[in-house]
């Protein structure tokens, strides 16, 4: 019996392969050679109003992503108007003095492309990707959008609403409590970080469109900025778009922000008492450096050891051990000025003191400790072989050049980035972790049933010990 022509019955192939003597099953084929990667040239200058130019010239396809980043995050907002930089940058399409919203999204529409408008902490983004033949039409969209909106009353009105039922679902929720709470117990109270980058419902509350302009007017400025362009664009037509388009923008602002101070209050240990609640969400955190650190790359090294993987020491222990959860992490997240490292996870409530033990002690044996060798090298292998996979888009690569400017990078830092990672050796990863990681002044905040878990938090000596209402 035979199969199709030119082939032998499934059965007779399979005996076939079984019985090769090159084909071992008993263990996983090992990992193949670093692939080699190479970025194009990032092209760097300046307009006469301060507004920085980056670009990368790649024309596999007729596609173009520009970013427009403005000094306009959250961080610059005083704590009594929290939440009026994402109020204002998520108005920004509702009109400008030429259109109304809908005529907008009728232009935009018309040319096959949209726009994104995101605010962090640092920053402000306004972006898109469209054909390279329509680049110029919708630049003078992205043009108009930024230094001419009017934010109609209406429509600063539909955006505060949403906002504060946001707000309010983020308290409802207790992952997100938990993200919440954990910075209020880190960072002191005058501190931007101490809020959400939602902001609060006291200060959106109060808000409405006349104080959207007013920020806008001071703040949507070429100062302290960006524009990036990647794509089938050539050079010299970078400069001349970011001159025809943001050339007479005017440097509204200084574009610097305050300075803060970053260390934590004094350790706190919290419960965010729900009555009832089956489990716990749990919290573990420090102030961590800023972004473009000398400890960043092997304090990212170092995390995925710890809790940034799987294979991770904390998923294997809470996870794999003791069957405390589905998952743990760990992870920092670097800002231009100081950042957060966490660990997180999610356990029953009759586990809840069990597994915030267990985590300590994973947590304090690793800094003790350092990753081992076999870590390092299991992490540098993986940091150093997903790279690439993150830098495959005009759009990926448009979000890494904005990040040159939004943190004031180098301009070879992503092209450096692989051989660095590969760079660290074990002595640096362990030394970057002890200094600044440390299990004795960590924040510790549970959201769970404060009746069923908070003698036992007690028990564990970790500090004094506060219970809040949900």
Same mark, same amino acid.
């Given at each position: 019996?035979?199969?199709?022509?030119?082939?032998?019955?499934?059965?007779?192939?399979?005996?076939?392969?079984?019985?090769?003597?090159?084909?071992?099953?008993?263990?996983?084929?090992?990992?193949?050679?670093?692939?080699?990667?190479?970025?194009?040239?990032?092209?760097?200058?300046?307009?006469?109003?301060?507004?920085?130019?980056?670009?990368?010239?790649?024309?596999?396809?007729?596609?173009?992503?520009?970013?427009?980043?403005?000094?306009?995050?959250?961080?610059?907002?005083?704590?009594?108007?929290?939440?009026?930089?994402?109020?204002?940058?998520?108005?920004?399409?509702?009109?400008?003095?030429?259109? /109304?919203?809908?005529?907008?999204?009728?232009?935009?529409?018309?040319?096959?492309?949209?726009?994104?408008?995101?605010?962090?902490?640092?920053?402000?983004?306004?972006?898109?990707?469209?054909?390279?033949?329509?680049?110029?039409?919708?630049?003078?969209?992205?043009?108009?959008?930024?230094?001419?909106?009017?934010?109609?009353?209406?429509?600063?009105?539909?955006?505060?609403?949403?906002?504060?039922?946001?707000?309010?679902?983020?308290?409802?929720?207790?992952?997100?409590?938990?993200?919440?709470?954990?910075?209020?117990?880190?960072?002191?109270?005058?501190?931007?970080?101490?809020?959400?980058?939602?902001?609060?419902?006291?200060?959106?509350?109060?808000?409405?469109?006349?104080?959207?302009?007013?920020?806008?007017?001071?703040?949507?400025?070429?100062?302290?900025?960006?524009?990036?362009?990647?794509?089938?664009?050539?050079?010299?037509?970078?400069?001349?778009?970011?001159?025809?388009?943001?050339?007479?923008?005017?440097?509204?602002? /200084?574009?610097?922000?305050?300075?803060?101070?970053?260390?934590?209050?004094?350790?706190?240990?919290?419960?965010?008492?729900?009555?009832?609640?089956?489990?716990?969400?749990?919290?573990?955190?420090?102030?961590?450096? /800023?972004?473009?650190?000398?400890?960043?790359?092997?304090?990212?090294?170092?995390?995925?050891?710890?809790?940034?993987?799987?294979?991770?020491?904390?998923?294997?222990?809470?996870?794999?051990?003791?069957?405390?959860?589905?998952?743990?992490?760990?992870?920092?997240?670097?800002?231009?000025?100081?950042?957060?490292?966490?660990? /997180?996870?999610?356990?029953?409530?009759?586990?809840?003191?069990?597994?915030?033990?267990?985590?300590?002690?994973?947590?304090?044996?690793?800094?003790?400790?350092?990753?081992?060798?076999?870590?390092?090298?299991?992490?540098?292998?993986?940091?150093?072989?997903?790279?690439?996979?993150?830098?495959?888009?005009?759009?990926?690569?448009?979000?890494?050049?904005?990040?040159?400017?939004?943190?004031?990078?180098?301009?070879?830092?992503?092209?450096?980035?692989?051989?660095?990672?590969?760079?660290?050796?074990?002595?640096?990863?362990?030394?970057?972790?002890?200094?600044?990681?440390?299990?004795?002044?960590?924040?510790?905040?549970?959201?769970?049933?404060?009746?069923?878990?908070?003698?036992?938090?007690?028990?564990?000596?970790?500090?004094?010990?506060?219970?809040?209402?949900?």
């Amino acid at each position: 019996m035979t199969g199709r022509r030119g082939e032998k019955p499934p059965h007779e192939s399979r005996s076939a392969i079984e019985s090769s003597p090159h084909v071992e099953r008993a263990t996983a084929p090992p990992p193949g050679p670093l692939q080699p990667f190479h970025l194009p040239e990032v092209r760097a200058g300046a307009l006469p109003n301060g507004l920085a130019l980056r670009s990368m010239e790649r024309g596999q396809v007729p596609l173009v992503s520009a970013r427009l980043v403005l000094a306009a995050g959250e961080i610059s907002v005083p704590r009594e108007r929290a939440g009026l930089a994402v109020l204002t940058g998520d108005s920004l399409q509702g009109g400008t003095a030429r259109r /109304s919203g809908v005529q907008l999204a009728e232009a935009l529409e018309s040319l096959g492309s949209a726009l994104r408008v995101s605010v962090g902490w640092e920053a402000m983004s306004v972006e898109f990707t469209c054909l390279a033949e329509r680049l110029d039409e919708m630049l003078s969209l992205l043009a108009e959008v930024v230094r001419e909106p009017s934010f109609p009353d209406e429509e600063v009105e539909r955006i505060r609403r949403q906002r504060l039922a946001t707000i309010h679902q983020r308290r409802m929720e207790p992952d997100e409590r938990a993200d919440d709470e954990l910075d209020r117990a880190i960072f002191a109270p005058d501190h931007p970080f101490h809020r959400s980058l939602a902001g609060t419902a006291e200060a959106v509350g109060s808000l409405g469109a006349a104080d959207a302009r007013t920020y806008a007017a001071a703040s949507y400025g070429a100062a302290g900025g960006g524009f990036v362009l990647v794509g089938d664009i050539p050079r010299e037509r970078v400069v001349e778009l970011g001159e025809r388009h943001f050339g007479e923008w005017l440097p509204n602002r /200084s574009g610097a922000y305050p300075s803060f101070e970053a260390p934590a209050s004094e350790r706190r240990v919290v419960i965010v008492n729900r009555p009832g609640s089956v489990q716990s969400e749990l919290r573990i955190g420090l102030p961590g450096p /800023s972004r473009g650190h000398p400890d960043e790359v092997p304090l990212r090294v170092a995390n995925l050891a710890l809790g940034g993987s799987f294979t991770s020491r904390l998923n294997l222990s809470l996870r794999e051990r003791h069957g405390f959860t589905y998952g743990a992490r760990s992870g920092f997240a670097f800002r231009k000025r100081g950042g957060l490292f966490s660990i /997180s996870t999610a356990v029953q409530t009759d586990v809840t003191v069990a597994a915030l033990g267990e985590t300590m002690e994973v947590f304090r044996r690793f800094v003790e400790e350092g990753p081992s060798p076999v870590e390092m090298e299991r992490s540098r292998d993986y940091l150093a072989g997903v790279f690439p996979l993150r830098m495959e888009s005009t759009s990926q690569l448009a979000d890494r050049l904005a990040e040159l400017v939004i943190y004031g990078l180098p301009h070879d830092y992503h092209h450096r980035y692989r051989d660095e990672i590969r760079g660290v050796q074990i002595e640096g990863a362990r030394a970057a972790v002890l200094a600044h990681l440390d299990p004795a002044t960590c924040a510790v905040v549970l959201v769970g049933d404060a009746d069923r878990i908070a003698s036992g938090v007690s028990e564990l000596g970790l500090g004094p010990l506060e219970v809040l209402d949900a």
